[in-house]
């Protein structure tokens, strides 16, 4: 078995003035995939007959599981080649996180395949061996990592782990319509070169609010953010949201920047939170009709991510 945890959009992401400056920052939440692999050694294993020839013993469920049966086949392989045994299986991917939305349901449904396929077979997945594997596939968020991360999502590698926050909530809603996470990240930035030093300002000061636990800081970083990100993808909530974010007296507005959801932080340790939560709960329906309350993930920063690192619960394991 493996788990991953999803995130609420990003905290912040854009370019950085650096090659392959493409970069975000996640905001976990309590959203899980979990995955099951049971596996099984594939007719004609030790005949010969090459790698390729063990796919069609992996079957995915859903069968429109199609990324996370593609890493499961490339570690059968990864598999084979250790051991010289061909094995396939059953892959079971069940999700609790919208797919579309720009909540890493795909990041997460590969992290959670990974550590399952690779605990069933005593294949060591690593951050860096699951990064490698996953930069085959797709642009990536950081959810291999129990922490807020900074990350760059187009080469799927890990910039630098910046910690944890306390718990907040997440008053949601979604725009309509979902986004291809593959088709979005070929879109040209139209981001200047003042816009990239400011990113890495607000990645700098981020890394500092995230350090001193600062949420009125986290808030208006994020809702700064997705300010900018007007220009590549825009959201015609956005002004609305943060007008609504004023009037309950939340911290800042948080999206999606390559997806269609946005929400309000809230403070959950505020005494008024109650007060708060609902009334930014009515104002953001009479807005955008549905409304979602989320909670943040406070993980243990820059723990290890073994096996099923990231279990709802706080499990730090799998059975």
């Given at each position: 078995m493996g788990a991953a945890f999803g995130t609420f959009g990003e905290?912040?992401?854009g370019v950085l003035p650096e090659e392959d400056g493409d970069f975000l920052v996640t905001l976990p939440i309590a959203r899980w995939t979990m995955a099951t692999f049971r596996p099984e050694l594939a007719s004609g294993s030790g005949s010969g007959s090459g790698p390729s020839s063990g796919f069609r013993d992996v079957e995915?469920?859903?069968?429109?599981?199609?990324k996370a049966l593609r890493l499961a086949r490339a570690i059968c392989e990864l598999a084979e080649r250790q051991t010289?045994?061909?094995?396939?299986?059953?892959?079971?991917?069940?999700?609790?996180?919208?797919e579309g939305k720009g909540l890493a349901s795909s990041s997460a449904d590969l992290v959670a395949t990974a550590r399952a396929v690779g605990q069933a077979l005593r294949v060591e997945m690593p951050p860096a061996r699951i990064e490698r594997l996953l930069a085959d596939i797709e642009p990536t968020d950081g959810v291999l990592y129990p922490a807020i991360v900074a990350f760059h999502h187009r080469t799927v590698r890990l910039r630098g782990v910046l910690g944890s926050l306390p718990v907040m909530a997440v008053v949601g809603i979604d725009e309509g319509g979902s986004v291809d996470t593959v088709d979005f990240n070929r879109i040209p930035k139209p981001f200047t070169l003042a816009d990239r030093h400011e990113y890495a300002r607000l990645l700098d000061r981020l890394a500092c609010a995230v350090r001193r636990r600062d949420l009125a800081e986290v808030g208006r970083i994020s809702t700064r953010s997705a300010e900018m990100n007007q220009l590549l993808r825009h959201k015609w909530s956005l002004e609305p949201m943060r007008e609504i974010c004023r009037e309950v007296g939340g911290l800042g507005v948080a999206v999606a920047h390559s997806g269609t959801t946005l929400g309000i932080l809230l403070d959950t340790d505020d005494p008024s939170y109650t007060q708060r939560v609902t009334a930014a709960a009515q104002a953001c329906g009479e807005l955008a009709g549905g409304v979602t309350v989320y909670r943040t993930l406070s993980l243990p920063g820059g723990a290890g991510i073994s096996g099923g690192a990231g279990l709802p619960g706080g499990a730090a394991g799998v059975a």
């Open positions: 905290l912040l992401q995915v469920r859903p069968a429109g599981k199609t010289g045994l061909r094995a396939g299986g059953t892959l079971r991917v069940n999700s609790v996180i919208p």
